[in-house]
Structures are given as structure tokens and as C-alpha cells.
T-cell receptor, first 110, second 115 residues
């Protein structure tokens, strides 16, 4: 699986959009970009995934660059409950392995 | 609620005890996983079961013994553990071979402390 690089920490004001970047410059054509988050001492929570196109669901939006070498997770209106560690993971179709790095610790500031 | 439950949520055991962690998924998935998360470390994949067959064992010591009696249940049997085995143990499930990407759903974890 391709390696990902994320900033170790970010702050965002409550009510504003939180934009979390991820670099995955070695991603291959059949690999997906996944985002999970982990609130303190809980199990990771699936957020969203994408292959080429931008994706949106009730939790977030995922913007993938045209060359697929980077992506941005957008939480449109951050709340205090969005404070968590966010993991960007690249994995292939049918690959049962998810390799979690150290992620980005997002803190929402009141 | 993710559809994956784990019991117990907290466990304290001595090094000579034998205990088991239980995971149950209500999602109709065909693959289940055990992960370990030690303090200030990334999640580490321990075991993968696909269609009730173990397909992955990431060099886990034999004092950890998984069991998958059916596609909905997964156990992790623990014996003669060491204090460094204290960690958050997470179970996940997914639907492999669905024709789409593999999205894993995690349980809340069992916080294990070995004295």
C-alpha cells in the first residue's frame, strides 16, 4: 500500500470548515483513499473513501487532486465532537490490510 | 453504533490469568480482524479471518490465540500475558470480495491492563 503523509496536528475554530490534507504521492491506479477518525480511546470510525472523483456524505467531503497524489478531507462545520485523530489510508481493492499511521490530531477550538 | 460490539470494555488481569475477549458483528460481514493499539503507537493489525479461516497472523506471540467459530463471532484468548501487552484491543469487520473496496467497521475496543 502507498504511504501517506499527514500533518501531526491542526486546530480549527468551532463552526468553521476543517480542511485536513494528506499526501499519497506513490498511490497506484487501483488504490483507494480512505479516511477514518478516532476519538480518544474509542474504536476508529469510518468517514469516507474515494478513488478518483470527489465524494461527499453526511459526515464530510473528500477532494482528490487530478493526479491523485494528494487529497483533502473537509468537515464543513466543525463541532467540538469532531476533535479526534484523523487517519488517511491508501489501500487496494479487496486488500484486507489497513495500515494506520500516526494521523492528524484535530482540535476544535470553542 | 457501528454494528460491532466488544466485551468486556475494560479488563484487568494478572500475568498468570487466562481470559478471553469477545467480538460480535451484526453487519453480515465475512471478514473479522483483531488490532492492537498501545499507548502513543499506531494501530497494529494482529489477525485477519476471512470466511472463518485465518488468513493473516502478523507475527503475534502465541500467548494470544484467536478463534473464529462463525462469521459473526471472533474471540481473542489470552494467557500468561506480560505488562507490555496492556493496550486497547480493537475488533473490526468487513465484507471482502464484494466487488468494491473493503471498508472496515470497528468496535469500541477492550482496554486491557496486565498487572
Amino acid at each position: 500500500d502507498a504511504k501517506t503523509t499527514q500533518p501531526p496536528s491542526m486546530d480549527c475554530a468551532e463552526g468553521r470548515a476543517a480542511n485536513l490534507p494528506c499526501n499519497h504521492s506513490t498511490i497506484s491506479g487501483n488504490e483507494y483513499v480512505y479516511w477514518y477518525r478516532q476519538i480518544h480511546s474509542q474504536g476508529p470510525q469510518y468517514i469516507i473513501h474515494g478513488l478518483k472523483n470527489n465524494e461527499t456524505n453526511e459526515m464530510a467531503s473528500l477532494i482528490i487532486t487530478e493526479d491523485r497524489k494528494s487529497s483533502t478531507l473537509i468537515l464543513p462545520h466543525a463541532t467540538l465532537r469532531d476533535t479526534a485523530v484523523y487517519y488517511c489510508i491508501v489501500t487496494g481493492l479487496g486488500n484486507e490490510k489497513l495500515t494506520f499511521g500516526t494521523g492528524t490530531r484535530l482540535t476544535i477550538i470553542p | 453504533e457501528t454494528g460491532v460490539t466488544q466485551t468486556p470494555r475494560h479488563l484487568v488481569m494478572g500475568m498468570t490469568n487466562k481470559k478471553s475477549l469477545k467480538c460480535e458483528q451484526h453487519l453480515g460481514h465475512n471478514a473479522m480482524y483483531w488490532y492492537k493499539q498501545s499507548a502513543k503507537k499506531p494501530l497494529e493489525l494482529m489477525f485477519v479471518y476471512s470466511l472463518e479461516e485465518r488468513v493473516e497472523n502478523n507475527s503475534v506471540p502465541s500467548r494470544f490465540s484467536p478463534e473464529c467459530p462463525n462469521s459473526s463471532h471472533l474471540f481473542l484468548h489470552l494467557h500468561t500475558l506480560q505488562p507490555e501487552d496492556s493496550a486497547l484491543y480493537l475488533c473490526a469487520s468487513s465484507h471482502l470480495f464484494s466487488g468494491g473496496p473493503d471498508t472496515q467497521y470497528f468496535g469500541p475496543g477492550t482496554r486491557l491492563t496486565v498487572l
